[in-house]
């Protein structure tokens, strides 16, 4: 079965601070990861995945298979990063089913 | 917008009563998805199609029902809504391909069971 953890409900940072969102997986096959993001009154919109292994709005994510991670890393938040982030899995090979975790609420105060 | 839109946006029923949401896309996309969006629970997933007439169950299927009968429409039924299904719905499509398998979402529809 497909699973994603995010351990944090909420998360409150400093502008400037560093900022990591948590994810877990569990999957026994190969894993596709992504993270989306939602800002306040509009849609689920992607921010990045681990296939393409790019950098959006300077957040960064490794997937660690050892671990079976993908934390979300920004070096300094900005009050724009307020927003709800979730971490997604799928199969490679472009299969069906999309799961997300509970999301995380990240606040980025002034 | 992606080219997919939810509707109706909003609704208030009764309980007991059958409610169908629609989702439609102009993309030709594989795959459609519906899940429900709750404080604590983030997005759960109630259904999915991987093409006309293929669906299967997600996580929380029960007291739902879904129907792909083309491309472009998956239609979600609650058969006798119940308070516990008032929530926020959000309709996905993906293309599936491998290597390009980014989810767009709709606007979301807003349920509420009285």
């Known amino acids: 079965a497909q699973r994603v953890t995010q351990p944090e409900k909420l998360l409150s940072v400093f502008k400037g601070a560093p900022v990591e969102l948590k994810c877990n997986y569990s999957?026994?096959?190969?894993?596709?990861l992504f993270w989306y993001v939602q800002y306040s009154r509009q849609r689920l919109q992607l921010l990045l995945r681990?296939?393409s292994r790019e950098s959006i709005k300077g957040f960064t994510a490794d997937l660690n298979k050892g671990e079976t991670s993908f934390h979300l890393k920004k070096p300094f938040a900005q009050e724009e990063d307020s927003a709800m982030y979730y971490c997604?899995?799928?199969?490679?090979?472009?299969?069906?089913?999309?799961?997300f975790g509970k999301g995380t609420k990240l606040t980025v105060n002034p | 917008d992606a080219g997919i839109t939810q509707s109706p946006r909003h609704k208030v029923t009764e309980t007991g009563t059958p409610v169908t949401l629609r989702c439609h896309q102009t993309?030709?996309?594989?795959?459609m998805y519906w899940y429900r969006q709750d404080p604590g629970h983030g997005l759960r997933l109630i259904h999915y199609s991987y093409g006309v007439k293929d669906t299967d169950k997600g996580e929380v299927s029960d007291g739902y029902s879904v129907s792909r009968s083309k491309t472009e429409d998956f239609l979600l039924t609650l058969e006798s809504a119940t308070s516990s299904q008032t929530s926020v719905y959000f309709c996905a499509i993906r293309k599936g391909v491998r290597g390009n398998t980014e989810a767009f979402f709709g606007q979301g529809t807003r349920l509420t069971v009285v």
């Open positions: 999957y026994s096959g190969s894993p596709e």
């Open positions: 681990h296939i």
């Open positions: 993309e030709n996309h594989r795959y």
């Open positions: 997604a899995l799928t199969s490679q090979g472009g299969s069906e089913k999309l799961v």
